[in-house]
C-alpha cells in the first residue's frame, strides 16, 4: 500500500508539472547546458511553456525565445524567419512576467504530432533545418 500511494503522488506530480513523457517518444539529443527563457511575458497569460514548444535556441548567449502557436501561424509563409532550431524537453511554469525560468532544447528526436495543434504541426513540418526532428503517430 506505502509503494502504490507513493506511485499515485509520482504520477500526480508529473501529470500537474508536465507531460514531456507524452510529447517526446525519444529522445537523441539536446543543447548543453540549456537556456534561459527570453520571452517569458508571451507565456504569462498560459501560465507554462509546454513541452514540445518550438524554441530559438541562441547557443553562445544560453538564451532561448518560445514560440507560442499564435507567433508560428503569423510566420506561415516564412517559417524560417523565426529561426527555430529546436523544441521544449519539458513544460516550464510561469508564474509572471517577472518568472526567471531555464529550459533543455532538444534538437533531436521523435515528437508526438498528436500533441499539437494540426496547423501549426504542418507549419513545423515545413522546417528543413531539423533533419533529426521527427514527427510521429
Known amino acids: 500500500l506505502h509503494l502504490l500511494s507513493r506511485r499515485q503522488?509520482?504520477?500526480?506530480?508529473?501529470?500537474?508539472?508536465g507531460h514531456a513523457r507524452k510529447v517526446w517518444?525519444?529522445?537523441r539529443h539536446r543543447y548543453p547546458g540549456g537556456g534561459m527563457v527570453s520571452n517569458i511575458s508571451d507565456w504569462v497569460a498560459v501560465g507554462k511553456i509546454p513541452a514540445g514548444t518550438a524554441v530559438k535556441f541562441d547557443l553562445s548567449g544560453k538564451t532561448f525565445t518560445a514560440?507560442?502557436?499564435a507567433q508560428i501561424k503569423t510566420a506561415?509563409?516564412?517559417i524560417t524567419t523565426?529561426?527555430?532550431n529546436g523544441y521544449l524537453q519539458e513544460d516550464i511554469l510561469v508564474a509572471s512576467g517577472?518568472?526567471?525560468a531555464s529550459g533543455t532544447v532538444v534538437y533531436a528526436g521523435e515528437i508526438y504530432q498528436y500533441m499539437f495543434d494540426e496547423e501549426v504541426v504542418a507549419i513545423l513540418q515545413k522546417i528543413t533545418t531539423l533533419p533529426q526532428i521527427v514527427w510521429v503517430q
Open 9 to 17: 503522488r509520482q504520477m500526480c506530480i508529473r501529470d500537474r508539472y
Open 82 to 84: 523565426l529561426g527555430i
Open 76 to 78: 506561415e509563409s516564412d
Open 25 to 27: 517518444r525519444e529522445i
Open 98 to 100: 517577472n518568472t526567471k
Open 67 to 69: 514560440y507560442t502557436d
